[in-house]
């Protein structure tokens, strides 16, 4: 089973995430009582009300909580909030799962705060972050996890929309995303966006609670069945779009995976052999997944040669740098792409070949259990017929027959 969480469109706040894991079938009343007994730990805070309804957003029905609070303070230590959520996390009985998720998406917030402010996490104040609603957020999200048993499973993120534009809070008027955003977000491999609308769509603690739950960022739907969509709204009104995160719980298809990659093309003009062959070496070395190299004609009749490159959305600057101090190249084109995989393990295979011993790595397509074909390491095949003195040819053939019978494949 997969759980997606779509921020798309609306972004995240900590009140949607909660509202669409009630609205997906988590325990109203379970989480309702697990954030009063916060209360207890976070003095001059009061619950006066606490409840979901159910509303429609723009054409869709979504889940809202209900929360009035009041508050004799306006700013608190980060460390604070920290310890309230810690005892609370202890005093309800959270699983390990979740005490380790509300713990460190608290410490994301610090973290990031005190990075902002080259302060040291025991001395960071909050402000906008202070009130009792970022613990609701925290420990009602955590038991609605629990509850649902999400932590066992595999959770994917879409990329987030943060919004853009100005605005105004405690230390005065800045660009969206915040800071604090781009810090929770930084190293992640989330990708942002900023979105249809100038204001803020994501908050820091719906960005800290997702950087903690999210396994992986898919730049499109993997292959999934359906089981069941949730649906939670945030308190503003959006013209032209539903202010609504969505959730989809489904079991994904072992047929294929499905990921994205970047494309990187530019086509090279006047440029040896030797030069092309270290700059895929290079390349490859620096992140890529595969590297081709075609013979083209262009503008003119001049030949050229089309250099294409796979990789990850995390490689993309370290590639491009490299195509660039390589090979001279003015321009290079970028593009993403859905990819589909077929799922695939590596193990290790001990094999004898001409009486001597060796471990080669071994890549295997499955199919309920049963090995549909397999592929030999090149690089532990090279390895075994350097050994040897006989052809890679030989060699691969070898191993192949071995691995077979091992297996007990035909």
């Not at 306006?74 to 799962?97: P, V, W, Y």
């Not at 380790?100 to 972050?129: D, Q, Y």
């Not at 993997?222 to 089981?227: G, Q």
């Not at 799922?343 to 295997?364: A, E, L, N, Q, Y």
């Amino acid at each position: 089973m997969v759980l997606i969480i779509d921020p798309q469109v609306a972004g995240i706040s900590g009140d949607m995430l909660l509202s669409a894991l009630i609205n997906i079938g988590a325990n109203k009343s379970k989480i309702i009582d697990g954030i009063h007994t916060s209360e207890n730990y976070l003095s001059g805070s009061k619950i006066q009300k606490i409840d979901f309804d159910k509303i429609v957003n723009h054409g869709i029905e979504a889940t809202q909580l209900l929360l009035d609070i009041k508050e004799n303070t306006h700013e608190r230590k980060g460390t604070d909030i920290q310890e309230c959520i810690l005892l609370t996390s202890d005093k309800i009985g959270l699983s390990e799962q979740a005490k380790v998720f509300a713990k460190e998406s608290i410490r994301s917030l610090i973290k990031a705060e005190s990075k902002i402010h080259g302060e040291p996490m025991e001395s960071v104040h909050f402000h906008e972050a202070s009130s009792i609603d970022t613990v609701v957020d925290i420990i009602g999200t955590a038991v609605a996890l629990d509850d649902l048993n999400f932590f066992s499973e595999e959770i994917i993120t879409m990329p987030v929309a943060v919004g853009g534009g100005m605005f105004t809070f405690s230390h005065g008027t800045v660009s969206n995303p915040a800071s604090a955003i781009l810090e929770i977000f930084r190293n992640s491999n989330i990708i942002i966006s900023g979105g249809q609308i100038k204001e803020e769509l994501t908050t820091p603690t719906g960005a800290s609670l997702l950087v903690n739950l999210a396994d992986s960022c898919a730049e499109f739907y993997p292959a999934i069945r359906v089981k069941s969509i949730g649906y939670g709204t945030g308190k503003k009104n959006f013209d032209g779009f539903p202010n609504v995160l969505k959730i989809v719980k489904a079991d994904k298809t072992e047929q294929f995976q499905q990921d994205a990659v970047q494309i990187l093309e530019t086509n090279l003009d006047d440029i040896s052999g030797e030069v092309l062959g270290h700059m895929i070496d290079k390349i490859i070395i620096n992140g890529a997944k595969d590297v081709t190299v075609t013979p083209a004609i262009t503008k003119k009749g001049r030949p050229t040669n089309l250099v294409s490159v796979i990789c990850d959305s995390s490689s993309v600057n370290t590639v491009l740098n490299t195509l660039i101090s390589e090979t001279g190249t003015l321009g290079i084109r970028i593009r993403s792409s859905a990819r589909f995989v077929v799922p695939r393990v590596t193990i290790s295979v001990p094999v004898i070949i001409h009486g001597k011993s060796f471990t080669v790595k071994c890549k295997m397509v499955k199919n309920q259990d049963i090995v549909q074909h397999f592929k030999v390491e090149a690089s532990d095949v090279k390895l075994i017929a350097d050994s040897l003195s006989i052809s890679f040819k030989d060699a691969n053939e070898f191993i192949r027959t071995e691995i077979k019978q091992k297996l007990s494949l035909k």
